[in-house]
C-alpha cells in the first residue's frame, strides 16, 4: 500500500508510487499478470506525438471549487485551456440549479525576464490582487515546468500569505515534466487538498464521498433509500465541504484512476472507508460494487434486496440489445480505469472488443488492493482482450490501428481522439459523461446510444470521401508499435 504522507510538500509522481507505465502492447491477460507480479516496467517510444500534462488535470479539479480562486504559475500560454474549463464549470452549474458565474482563473504571466531573475515577487502581487479583486475562500496555485525550472519557492510564498490574507493559500505542485502519468495531477491537486483544505473530523456524518469529475448526480436515490446522503466532491463542492469530507462515512470513486490517492489519504488519515471494488459497470461490475457499498454501509440485506429487483427488470431489456447488437465489433480508446469498464460494459452488451488504446496503467492503486484492479476483473469476468497497448493519447498509433481492425463502431472518453475514427469511416461514440453507464440502467443508456450511432452512420461515411489523413501511406504499412521498444517485463517472468 502507497503510504500516504501530507507532512510533505509534494506527491509522488505516479511512476514512483505506483509504478504506472504508459507504454505496452500485447494481450490484457499479460499486462495483468505482470502487474500483479510486481515487474512490470515503462516501455519508452524513440518518438511521441504528444501526451496530456498532469498541470491541466490538477487544474480542471482545482477550478471548478466554488468559492476558490486558482492562480497559475506559469507563462501565459499555459492558460489556453481556462476557457474549455469555464464552460465546463458554467454547464455544470446550470445542471445543478447554482447561480452562473464564471470560474476565477489567473496567470502570473511569467516570462522570459522571470526565468532569470525569478518571479516570487510576481506571484505574490497577483496572489494579492486576486485576493482584492473576487474575495476567495482560498486560493491554489499550480505550479508549471516554468515555474519548477527556474526553482521558485512556491511553498513559502503560499505559507506567507496564509498568514498575511487570513485564507488558504494552497500550492500545487504540479509541474508537467516531472510526470508522464497526466494523472498525476489528480493526486497532486487532492494532495494540496487534504494537506491544506481538509479538517480532522467533528463527528462521523451519514454523507457518503463520491470523487468524480463533473458528471450527472446518480448516487442520490439509492444513497438515500439506505439512510445515507450523497456527497459530491471535489468539483462544484465549497471550500467549507471540502473542510469536512474527513467526517464521511465512506468514499466511492466514480473511476479509481480519478480518485485513487485521494481515497487512500481519507481512509489512511481520517479513517473513511473506502469503497474497495470496480467501478459498477456491466452486471457482474455493478453486483460486487454493491454488495461492497453494502457491505462498508452495513446495508447487506437492502442491498440484496436491490440487487434482486434490478436483475429481473434489467436483464431481459439487456437480452433485447445483446440480440440487435450480435456480431458487432468495437474498439476503446480512454482513461485506464474507465476504459476497462468501458470495455465489461461491451462485453456485457455481446460486442466483440476487437482492442483498446488506454492512456495509461496503473498495476495497483494507492489501496494497495488487487480487488479494485478493473482490468484484472474484466479479463476474468469477459475474458481476454488480444490487441491491448498502453499509449498516452499517440494519434499515429491510434491511426495505425483503426486502419487495419475496422471496428463497427469505437468508444471514446475524450473528444481529442473522436475524428480519427470519424476521418476514417468509423462511426464513433464519445460520451463525456463518466457516470452515463455506470450501474444498472447505465448498461441501457449506453446500448442505447451505441444502437442510434451504427443506425447513423451516413455523416462518417461521407467524411471519410471528403477527408484526408496527416499520415502516410508508408505509415499506415508499418507495426503500429514499430516507435515503441523495451520489454514490459522488469525481469523474466
Given at each position: 500500500m502507497s503510504k500516504v504522507?501530507?507532512?510533505?510538500s509534494e506527491v509522488q509522481v505516479r511512476e514512483v508510487r505506483l509504478g504506472s507505465i504508459t507504454g505496452f502492447e500485447g494481450t490484457a491477460s499479460e499486462l495483468v499478470r505482470c502487474s500483479h507480479s510486481g515487474k512490470i516496467k515503462e516501455c519508452t517510444r524513440s518518438f511521441s506525438q504528444c501526451m496530456g500534462c498532469s498541470s491541466g488535470n490538477a487544474f480542471c479539479q482545482l477550478s471548478m471549487i466554488q468559492d476558490a480562486a486558482v492562480v497559475n504559475h506559469a507563462p501565459i500560454g499555459c492558460s489556453n485551456d481556462f476557457f474549455s474549463f469555464n464552460f465546463t464549470y458554467r454547464v455544470g452549474q446550470m445542471e445543478r440549479n447554482l447561480p452562473p458565474t464564471n470560474g476565477r482563473y489567473f496567470s502570473t504571466d511569467i516570462r522570459e525576464e522571470d526565468t532569470i531573475f525569478g518571479a516570487t515577487k510576481k506571484l505574490e502581487d497577483t496572489v494579492r490582487e486576486v485576493f482584492n479583486r473576487v474575495h476567495p475562500n482560498a486560493i491554489f496555485i499550480t505550479?508549471?515546468?516554468?515555474?519548477?525550472?527556474?526553482?521558485?519557492?512556491?511553498?513559502k510564498v503560499a505559507d506567507d500569505l496564509t498568514e498575511e490574507l487570513g485564507i488558504p493559500i494552497v500550492a500545487c505542485f504540479c509541474e508537467g515534466f516531472k510526470s508522464r502519468i497526466w494523472t498525476t495531477g489528480f493526486d497532486s491537486a487532492y494532495h494540496s487538498i487534504v494537506r491544506k483544505i481538509v479538517k480532522p473530523p467533528r463527528k462521523k456524518t451519514n454523507k457518503v464521498n463520491i470523487i468524480n469529475f463533473w458528471g450527472s448526480h446518480i448516487f442520490d436515490d439509492l444513497l438515500e433509500k439506505l439512510g445515507y446522503e450523497a456527497n459530491y466532491i471535489v468539483p462544484f463542492s465549497t471550500v467549507k465541504e471540502l473542510e469536512h469530507i474527513s467526517e464521511a462515512s465512506a468514499t466511492i470513486q466514480i473511476c479509481p484512476t480519478l480518485g485513487t490517492y485521494l481515497g487512500a489519504a481519507l481512509e489512511q488519515i481520517y479513517d473513511v472507508p473506502e469503497i474497495k471494488s470496480p467501478p459498477a459497470y456491466g452486471i457482474s461490475g455493478t453486483d460486487a460494487w454493491l454488495r461492497e457499498l453494502g457491505?462498508?454501509?452495513?446495508?447487506?440485506?437492502?442491498?440484496?434486496e436491490y440487487i434482486e429487483n434490478a436483475h429481473k427488470n434489467i436483464v431481459p431489456k439487456i437480452e433485447k440489445y445483446r440480440e440487435k447488437l450480435e456480431g458487432k465489433t468495437a474498439y476503446v480508446t480512454a482513461g485506464a480505469a474507465h476504459g476497462h469498464a468501458l470495455i465489461a460494459l461491451l462485453r456485457e452488451l455481446g460486442l466483440n472488443v476487437q482492442g483498446a488504446a488506454i492512456f495509461h496503467h496503473d498495476p495497483v492503486y494507492d489501496n494497495g488492493s488487487f480487488v479494485s484492479d478493473v482490468l484484472a476483473h474484466v479479463v476474468k469476468t469477459y475474458g481476454d482482450i488480444k490487441n491491448y497497448n498502453v499509449c498516452n493519447k499517440q494519434a499515429y498509433e491510434l491511426v495505425n490501428i483503426l486502419n487495419r481492425v475496422r471496428p463497427d463502431i469505437m468508444i471514446a472518453r475524450h473528444g481529442g481522439m473522436t475524428l480519427w475514427g470519424a476521418k476514417l469511416g468509423i462511426p464513433t461514440l464519445l460520451i463525456g459523461d463518466e457516470q452515463f453507464s455506470f450501474g444498472y440502467e447505465g448498461i441501457l443508456r449506453?446500448?442505447?446510444?451505441?444502437?442510434?450511432?451504427?443506425?447513423?452512420?451516413e455523416f462518417v461515411t461521407n467524411l471519410a470521401k471528403h477527408s484526408t489523413m496527416p499520415y502516410t501511406k508508408w505509415w499506415l504499412q508499418q507495426d503500429p508499435f514499430s516507435f515503441l521498444g523495451g520489454d514490459v517485463y522488469a525481469e523474466t517472468y
Open positions: 504522507n501530507i507532512e510533505v505550479t508549471s515546468c516554468a515555474s519548477g525550472i527556474i526553482g521558485d519557492d512556491v511553498e457491505r462498508v454501509l452495513d446495508r447487506e440485506k437492502e442491498i440484496e449506453y446500448a442505447e446510444r451505441i444502437l442510434e450511432t451504427l443506425d447513423n452512420k
